[in-house]
């Protein structure tokens, strides 16, 4: 099952490897969703992938 790019936006958030969302929208268009900005333009959307971004990547990561 192929994963919207809305979908896949907030799980490459939560990855951690992604401190701003400009990054993340990069990482988007390089994985080859379309429409990455009209898709992430509202602005709750934007606020809350934001705050995800922000929050998983000062989260201390697991060693293994």
Known sequence: MT???IERAY???RTGRFPTLAKLHLQL???GCRAVEA???PRSIRNHLEAICAASSKAPR???
Do not use: H, N, Q, R
Request: proline fraction near 0%; aromatic fraction near 0%; charge should be negative.
């Open 39 to 41: 898709l992430l333009a």
């Open 62 to 64: 697991a060693e293994g």
């Open 3 to 5: 994963l919207s790019t």
């Open 29 to 31: 268009k390089e994985d």
């Open 11 to 13: 799980a490459l958030a």
